[in-house]
């Protein structure tokens, strides 16, 4: 069964770091255009983060760079998204997805070919 399963989400106080994880099982990850959405209540899903495959070109929303780094570690068929600095604007679910053919670019706008279920991230005011 080919699934993406998140982890390393929780509460954190502003300021503090805390390191997502995406495992991939069933396909390899090293293929695909790797990302993080997030969505808070009542507003827009956005992307905040992608890995393109054959460079490793990055991309970040604007309100995270310098603050959150992604990563793949292709032996362990993962991807992680390192979240420093973190503020209550960054409260959201986060969901890491994937792509299998594009770059950066068509992550941004092309529907994902997968999906994890999501991990809860809560940066207190």
């Known amino acids: 069964q080919e699934q993406l399963v998140e982890s390393g989400g929780g509460q954190v106080q502003p300021g503090g770091s805390l390191r997502l994880s995406c495992a991939a099982s069933g396909f390899t990850l090293a293929y695909d255009v790797v990302g993080w959405f997030r969505q808070a209540p009542e507003k827009d899903r956005e992307a905040v983060s992608c890995?393109?495959?054959?460079?490793?070109?990055?991309y970040y929303l604007d309100s995270v760079k310098g603050r959150f780094t992604i990563s793949r570690d292709n032996a362990r068929n993962a991807v992680y998204l390192q979240m420093s600095s973190l503020k209550p604007d960054d409260t959201a679910i986060y969901f890491c997805?994937?792509?299998?053919?594009?770059?950066?670019?068509?992550?941004?706008?092309?529907?994902?070919?997968?999906w994890g279920q999501g991990t809860q991230v809560t940066v207190p005011s």
């Open positions: 890995i393109s495959t054959s460079d490793d070109a990055t």
């Open positions: 997805a994937a792509l299998s053919w594009g770059d950066c670019s068509s992550f941004l706008t092309a529907e994902p070919n997968y």
